[in-house]
């Protein structure tokens, strides 16, 4: 009996060091996550300065709390900063090897945030991934599509593709082909189109509406219209001016051929 009290004897003072360090990692996370909320609120109060800069410091903030975070508690455990520090200069070749891909991450994370090329609440395409950018931290980008499904995207991936960003402009160009049948009168046709386009406010003046024949195909004359809008209204104009097109074609007698099938039947 004597030697199991003294077994839990020798084993409390780990135990009490493990909980003390339990309480400092909870503590510490979450008050790295209230800091950093601060921080990201005030940045973003900030008339001038981008939300995507505020994400990013606070992400910065609360990393490095955790950092310092994690020397408390293997200071906990007898474990000097000096050795800390020791250990990890020993150690940073392996280090580096082992997180180049985190690292690569951070380094372009930085790059994102100097340079800009998207900001939060914008709709890119990254590489063939598109989504509204929802957040951006030290490590990923975070995009949501259309359909609300959340996409990660490593900062270093990001940095080293294509970036094709279709909110960095206040105005779009909406491109429409409209194919209308070779026994059609094209001019009065393109008339048609134009005069659709005028009669919409959404449609700039500057630069004006274009409408050309541009392709002639198997079965259809194919006419190109091209209107300027601001960006915010680039999906709604291009459902509701094609549906209008349409239903002004139908009005003024011009067709829109479709492909047929001809059934040829050989009689024995």
């Known amino acids: 009996m004597d030697d199991v009290v003294t077994q839990v004897g020798a084993f409390a003072p780990l135990i009490i060091s493990a909980v003390k360090a339990l309480v400092v990692l909870i503590l510490g996370w979450i008050i790295a996550g209230a800091i950093a909320g601060v921080v990201r609120r005030r940045i973003n109060a900030t008339p001038h300065i981008d939300q995507t800069l505020g994400n990013f410091v606070a992400s910065l903030v609360k990393w490095v709390i955790l950092a310092m975070v994690l020397v408390a508690v293997l200071g906990i455990f007898g474990i000097q900063a000096t050795s800390i520090v020791a250990i990890l200069g020993a150690a940073s070749l392996a280090i580096g090897l082992a997180l180049q891909g985190t690292l ?88 048609i189109i134009l005069d659709v386009a005028k009669a919409d406010d959404r449609i700039h003046s500057d630069p004006e509406p274009w409408v050309r024949v541009t392709n002639l195909g198997d079965s259809s004359v194919d006419l190109t219209a091209r209107l300027w809008c601001n960006a915010a209204d680039y999906w709604d104009l291009k459902f509701e001016i094609t549906k209008a097109v349409k239903e002004a074609f139908d009005a003024k007698g011009v067709s829109i051929p479709y492909p047929h099938t001809v059934e040829i039947r050989k009689e024995g």
């Open 104 to 191: 690569s991450d951070l380094a372009a994370g930085v790059m994102l945030v100097v340079f800009r090329p998207y900001k939060l609440g914008q709709y890119v395409d990254i590489g063939g991934t598109a989504g509204t950018v929802k957040d951006l931290n030290l490590f990923t980008t975070e995009l949501v599509t259309p359909d609300n499904v959340q996409i990660i995207v490593p900062n270093g991936q990001s940095w080293g593709s294509i970036i094709t960003n279709y909110s960095a402009h206040d105005t779009r160009r909406v491109d429409l082909v409209f194919g209308i049948d070779y026994g059609d009168s094209a001019d009065e046709a393109m008339k």
